[in-house]
């Protein structure tokens, strides 16, 4: 059966402590992910506490975490959304998206619209991959793919 939270205090508490066996056996994201068998993107947020896993994915995070079985079903859970509470984010990192999404919200709407029509773009069916490539200037560069479905806005 199908449960969701509605309140992400528990996934919270169980995402600090997920990432402190993560720490503790000297693991990867990918690793995690592999033994999820999904993708890296999709896991380290479920992790995190933003995406159920589906019970065989949760239960094989769950087992190499060394996680019990109460935490195993809480990863399987839909979670209330959000990591970044209320304000502006003061994390550098995550500070740099906001930022990004400051300067070039305007011009993404914009472009999706002209191409597009009236709609979203579409985080639930969506696609994450980051990347480190050679900077051609020296140093490294990340790319950062979003793909997501389009949904038109629907008149009724």
Do not use: C
Request: glycine share 8%; proline share 6%.
């Amino acid at each position: 059966m199908v449960h969701a939270q509605f309140d992400n205090t528990a996934r919270q508490a169980l995402a600090v402590k997920a990432v402190d066996a993560k720490i503790r056996e000297d693991l990867t994201w990918q690793r995690i992910a592999d033994a999820a068998g999904l993708s890296v993107a999709f896991v380290t947020a479920a992790v995190l506490g933003q995406h159920p896993l589906p019970r065989a994915s949760a239960e094989a995070v769950a087992a190499l975490l060394g996680l019990d079985a109460d935490d195993a079903r809480l990863l399987q859970t839909i979670p209330t959304r959000g990591s970044v509470p209320g304000g502006v984010p003061t994390d550098p990192t995550i500070y740099r998206f906001y930022e990004m999404l400051q300067v070039y919200g305007t011009t993404l709407k914009a472009l999706v619209h002209e191409q597009f029509g009236d709609g979203i773009v579409s985080a639930i069916n969506f696609k994450l991959d980051v990347k480190k490539v050679a900077d051609p200037d020296g140093g490294e560069r990340a790319v950062i793919t979003l793909d997501g479905k389009y949904l038109p806005t629907k008149p009724f």
